[in-house]
């Protein structure tokens, strides 16, 4: 009994390989693609492989994660927080560059103090050169 249930099986394993044909693919005249059991006369054909490949390995399962594990929520709600300021500091940002854009842009006559605490008034050429770069930092970082 069990070397007729061995047998049966080592057949039905090996019969599905046996029954597979080979089909063929090729392009016609109109630029189809076809394909079929046959390659057709006085065209070149391509075979295509029928096999299916074996899945080896199966995804690892992931750990279910229980919605109340405590660790979790405050991981979660640091992040949320984090996430939160940055946004803050950057609207911050954006407020910040968009109303110096607005000084360079509507006063000619602007001074800055340098590191030496030293007072200057800017150029034309440094203006501009101030504009373009908040104008820059606006477009690259804000709404």
Not at 2 to 19: D, H, I, P, Q
Not at 51 to 78: C, F, H, N, R, Y
Not at 103 to 132: H, K, Y
Request: some cysteine; hydrophobic content about 30%; glycine content about 4%.
């Amino acid at each position: 009994m069990g070397r007729m249930l061995l047998t049966g099986s080592l057949l039905l394993a090996l019969s599905t390989s046996v029954m597979a044909s080979q089909v063929y693919k090729w392009v016609d005249d109109k630029g189809v693609t076809h394909f079929g059991a046959q390659p057709p006369q006085g065209q070149a054909a391509t075979a295509v492989s029928t096999t299916v490949p074996q899945i080896k390995s199966v995804a690892p399962k992931l750990p279910s994660l229980d919605s109340g594990d405590a660790a979790q929520k405050a991981i979660d709600e640091k992040v949320k927080q984090d996430v939160a300021q940055k946004e803050s500091e950057r609207k911050q940002y954006c407020e910040q560059e968009r109303t110096n854009l607005a000084q360079l842009r509507n006063n000619p006559r602007l001074r800055t103090t340098e590191e030496n605490g030293e007072v200057r008034r800017l150029d034309e050429n440094e203006r501009q050169t101030r504009i373009q770069q908040a104008e820059k930092a606006i477009q690259e970082n804000c709404d």
